[in-house]
């Protein structure tokens, strides 16, 4: 670990930014994507990739007060983050389950961009019943054979690898016959199928498995033990992104708020009392996120403000991007193509996006299920499976 | 006065969800969604022709049905549920209604037999730029020798973009007027919208000294407003058809959508957010249908309750366009599911034609709960 | 039943309601209780009570258009209410199970407000579970003894009778092993505990019944033949008395913001915005009576806007008088025997009373169990009895 | 800046919880209920004196132990969770950081040591019979031959009845002055008020040319915003604790109470219910710490975060004790269960030093969001 002052290395990685950032955000989706990839990798190219991953795969092992620090430059920056959902949540399990192998194999070229990750865990059948999921992976020499379909795969259709969550054993053992495995997007019975979102937009995918052999070397921890690896994550590393989610919103909404003003909405009382309401919103996200790097930092572990965080973020956004829409009144329901659309329709496009915020990766439900039953030690229904 | 839904009603609402389902189902929304500018063109002339519906609100001495707002609330309704888009709204709601109690006798002569036929489209262009859909108009009327011409913008103009015939109010010295424009006028601009919903087309519409024929005499800002009540009411039981609509769809899907094992339904959180949800959505069908059954006569009494259905069937079509994105999970928020053209339509009409704010506001104003300025 | 026109029979009442009025209302909680019961002998011995009951009984046998007037004209005359829920609960099960014996018995009296009658349902252990109940009463002989206790009876400690359900079966045949009973409050063996409720006043109370002897003739229905009678009412009769409510509420409404525009709170545009939402909310609760009068006028069935009105009603008194409170800020908080109260505290009150409204007579909860099960046709929980 | 409970500040709330526990259970405060006029006459001296909580956060120049607003809140925590109902509010947090921050010298001298020892009880008395807590006192000091009095009248004022030495903000020519008058001063009358709260006792003070003792010299009224500022923070953190305490209560009934043949704390409805008010409670809590740890430093960002902080805090609370009493059903409903008692308090501390509604329109002035007379 660097024994550079934090200071030091917030100056220095600032300096970086300003002689290096990443030029203008393109609007066409695919020029986005390159240009967010390229980003990744002159990061990684710098030294100023993964901040809290191991050097040996390139990242920058730093302490935690230096992520909170990174963490903050970077929002500050408003520079892209990273592509795809393998950074955030395959590389921590892979980081404290795999084999050195497969961390040499993988988490290089995950970190600068090179292969794209993208999560494969929900299912037609079973949206927020992982536990009950049916894509099998049946054993045959020194392969899996993987069968089987999974949805809400976000960035799939441009994925070069899956994580993924499969049946190696009976159904109904539920989540003790499911095993964690990496599965190249572009093996042999791999199918993408892009689904439009109620947007219109694709950044969803469902994907179909028919008998794709996946070396059982691409398994990640024990047969039929995948079900404990799902819930790892670097606590801390994820932690000190949460202050990056308060530094966006803090930015959106002080966007909102020059917006009305210009459009002399704020001067109506219940525009007004709203958008208070927000600031105090916004900025109880800040206190979250400072409170969970407070008990890290003095505890080592998260505390209280880490579990109740996501259910604040997402009630926030949703209700933010309608009260836009709301308080531009008809002209918020214009189209990013439409003559007088405001602000190509970010609002109305948010609007319809964050929908998505109490259903993708385990309901809004699911998630008050398991803060009950986890957090607050209340029963669970008789018949059910225990949440989380 | 009754607020039970009569024989007769009932058996037009079965009529006409009968043929919406056959000619307006979600492959035949979802297409008009798809393509732009154009309309039901196949089903309209069916529907406004045969089925006589264009015809239902119009006098009978101008060649409608004349049936009240009570009649076209059941239409409208079935039209709710369905998200139908072809130009009934336009013509019947705004443009019938607007000429049948401003028109002079020529005016509803020329028009109102036409528009009961089916024969000719029209609309109502009254929101501009503002966006307010309740204040008199900023578009100018010009008298000169005999003719008038028109300068200003309307937008937000339901299915402006293909109307034969536009309906537009604007002011002169006298007042406020009514003004028809045809769709072949020069000096006449319209631009079909980009909007959240596809469902409602949108236009802008440039009057740049368009030559116009006055309808009606006097000043019209008392006529129509009560016109706007008629619009408020009927688009108050559009909502509450849509909202039905909704929770049947999440209803529907909780009793077969099995995780853990067991129905989704049959979970409490999705149970209790159903029951909500028909709580609300009766309230709103007694707002709706009070609102139509007093539409008919100008007055107070009138006015309050399109707005208190206005404004209490607005925020429980959006409620429940939400919760049903959300017990349908994932497939919910996929495109290919119906589920978001209903969240579409439903903020579409929550902001259009006047906001819950808004009516509350209007409410406040009417029952001289606050000054005229609040 | 009678012919005479509508019209005619409200003048009539009109008449009379100006002519006999009960006087104002005491303050003392005692003397009002005598005056409401002195009223209803009034409205009795003129021929004025009983809207729906049959004439044998004292009733006044009326069409359903004249019994909307009635309580139109009741309401428009602020005359109390009858005392007890006999009247509103086990009249309308006597009238129709009960045998002319009972009726006879029964009826006169509890109308006339000579016997008060209150309601023994709910247990300590069973609140929302009534199908759980475990007050027993074992047949000996001619009679019933019935040991066990009752809760959350409304006006027991004024009460002549006790209106209950009582388990004749075993506990595990749930409701196929209850009975419907009425029991003697005087007899002895019955010990009526006055509770204070939240407010500090005394209007419900724990009865304990120990060995209490009540002759099988007191029965009504069948032996464990009691959990069907439960849910009879003169459908029709309540609905009229929903605009009864409704009528309340439009007074109670129109009381808060007079109170409100003299005290200078109209004029903040969020208060403004708030009442006008109860103006919708008040007016809505009128159209609901109206739309279950009109469809039983039409149709004979109360049909749906019957089945949602307590829950919107509820709702509605509950934010109501939390509104008033807090839109009179500290001055809310003045109790009714200090200087300065705001109109004797009947906002404060109302707040912590209304509490009951979600508790009372089945919890929220198991109202919308109740609408999702029966009303949307959503299965039952597994395990669960079916709701109602 | 930490938002971390340090194991110092674990030992003050596990000492403070133990002692509450001890004296002042549910028993105790139900006696200082249905007692008027009293206070916990017996513990008070144990809590400000042994404990040494009174001299807590007083400066250690004047006797005290020089904490700061975070420690604070954790005692005030622990109050909240206890309701206790002794003078602890009005002598320490109130007048306690008005003689340190507004006194001179002089004053200081004269009565913080005691405040310190537990020997004085004192108040803070803002609210007149506008109810605001936020604007400038009408009340009017006059000066005359040396001696200053007082006429006016104060109403709302915690401990009011009871305390030793009120703090009065006044106006005169030169501004707002903090002034001291003795429980015993002439023209002092003091009326105890019956509230929705007896765990916290106000009084109306009227003074009629009441004698007085300046406290401080030049315009206090930005000392006394400070003060104020103070004040929010820690009735955020004892909101924080009441609250935190009634979803104790729901989840320890939610867990045993059996309906249907299981806990009802195995319904969707009532877990759900308890894991949003978990969150609602954790996000309170960070406020209420983030405001206490800058609140220390007079200026915006501490006038921002109390705002925030007592916004969210008062809302957290009064739906918490709600929820508490539903939760319980018909036995929350009852005198004897002590859910109730939750629900007097939050709505009383809500309402009393600046509503929600005050606090967010607050906040919009401080953040310049609106013009000054919104």
Known sequence: MTTEPVEAFRARLSEFLTGHGPGPRPRDPDERFAWTRAWQATLFDHGFAGPGWPEAYGGMDLPFAHQVAYQEELARARVPGPVGTGLGIAAPTIIKFGTDEQKRRWLPSMLRGDRVWAQGYSEPGAGSDLPGLRTTARREGPDYVVTGQKVWTSHAARADVFFTLVRTGAVADRQRGISYLIIDAHAPGVEVRPLRDLTGGHVFAEVFFDGVRVPVADRVGEENGGWPLVRTSLGHERAAGAMNQAALYRRVLTELEELLRERGALADPLVADRVAGFEIGVRIMRYNAQRTISDILAHGEPGPASSISRLHITAFEQELHEFAVDALGPAGLLGRNSPGAVQRARWLTGFLRTRASTIGAGTAEIQLNTIAEQVLGLPHEPGMPAAG | ?374
């Open chain 2, 1 to 374: 006065m009754s607020l039970s839904v009569s024989d007769e009603q009932e058996e037009l609402r079965a009529l006409v969800r009968k043929f919406l389902g056959d000619k307006a189902s979600s492959g035949a929304v979802r297409q008009s969604v798809e393509s732009s500018g154009g309309y039901d063109r196949e089903g309209w002339p069916q529907l406004a022709g045969q089925l006589g519906l264009a015809a239902l609100a119009i006098p009978e001495a101008d060649g409608g049905a004349g049936a009240g707002p009570v009649e076209l609330g059941v239409v409208l309704e079935e039209m709710g549920r369905a998200l139908y888009s072809g130009p009934y709204f336009g013509t019947v709601v705004l443009a019938g209604q607007a000429l049948t109690h401003v028109g002079d006798e020529t005016a509803r002569r020329r028009w109102l037999p036409a528009i009961a036929e089916g024969t000719l489209t029209a609309t109502l262009a009254v929101t501009e730029d503002n966006g307010r859909w309740d204040v008199a108009p900023e578009t100018v009327a010009e008298h000169d020798r005999g003719e008038w011409t028109l300068r200003g913008v309307k937008t937000y103009v339901v299915d402006g973009h293909s109307a034969d015939l536009l309906l537009v109010p604007a002011r002169f010295a006298d007042g406020v007027g009514l003004f028809a424009v045809e769709a072949t006028a020069s000096g006449l601009t319209r631009t079909e919208l980009d909007t959240l919903d596809a469902t409602r087309p949108l236009a802008k519409i440039e009057l740049a000294g368009t030559p116009a024929t006055r309808v009606g005499d006097g000043d019209a800002s008392g006529p129509l407003e009560h016109v706007r009540d008629l619009v408020r009411a009927a688009v108050a039981a559009e909502q509450v058809g849509g909202a039905a609509r909704c929770l049947e769809m999440a209803v529907g899907y909780a009793k077969t959508r099995e995780q853990f094992g067991r129905p989704i339904g049959s979970f409490q959180a999705i149970k209790h957010k159903c029951a909500r949800l028909h709580v609300e959505i009766e309230c709103a069908r007694s707002a709706a249908r009070f609102a139509g059954s007093v539409a008919g006569q100008p007055g107070t009494e009138a006015a309050v309750a399109a707005s208190v259905a206005r404004a209490h069937c607005s925020e429980v079509f959006t409620h429940a366009a939400k919760e049903n994105i959300q017990i349908h999970g994932g497939i919910g928020y996929t495109w290919e599911h119906d589920a978001h053209l209903y969240l579409r339509r439903a903020k579409s009409s929550e902001l259009l034609f006047g906001s819950p704010r808004e009516e509350r506001r209007r409410l406040n104003r009417l029952l001289e709960m606050t000054g005229p300025n609040r």
